[in-house]
């Protein structure tokens, strides 16, 4: 079992930042990968930033050039740095593992295994 808790969400303005962390412990073995996602309300889950099965970072359109994914890998640590912020990234952020050979794409959020709570984000114009 793979347990994920996430971390740093919170309210911001406009403009802002906020930095998401995804702690990862439990039986974690690779090949495996990390994403992370959202859901507003009355909308679909939606991939946000991850790491792909060649380990490159993808990120969705709507936040290229303003969200950054890092990952500390000793630590199982996964992050989100959010700048620029903006209303339309209101949402609870959850952090995804998906396992094996898996296939990691941010729009195929059925094929990861494990998920976090998820944590907050709510921006304020």
């Known amino acids: 079992q793979v347990q994920l808790v996430e971390s740093g969400g919170g309210s911001a303005r406009s403009g802002g930042s906020l930095t998401l962390s995804c702690a990862a412990s439990g039986y974690l073995y690779s090949p495996y990968c990390m994403a992370w996602f959202r859901q507003a309300p009355g909308k679909e889950r939606e991939g946000v930033a991850g790491?792909?099965?060649?380990?490159?970072?993808v990120y969705t359109e709507s936040v290229k050039g303003r969200f950054t994914i890092s990952r500390d890998i000793t630590k199982n640590v996964l992050s989100l740095q959010m700048n620029s912020l903006k209303p339309e990234d209101t949402a609870m952020y959850f952090c995804a593992v998906a396992t094996g050979s898996t296939w990691c794409g941010l729009r195929s959020p059925a094929n990861f295994r494990y998920w976090g709570q998820g944590t907050q984000v709510t921006i304020s114009s």
């Open positions: 790491f792909n099965n060649y380990g490159s970072t």
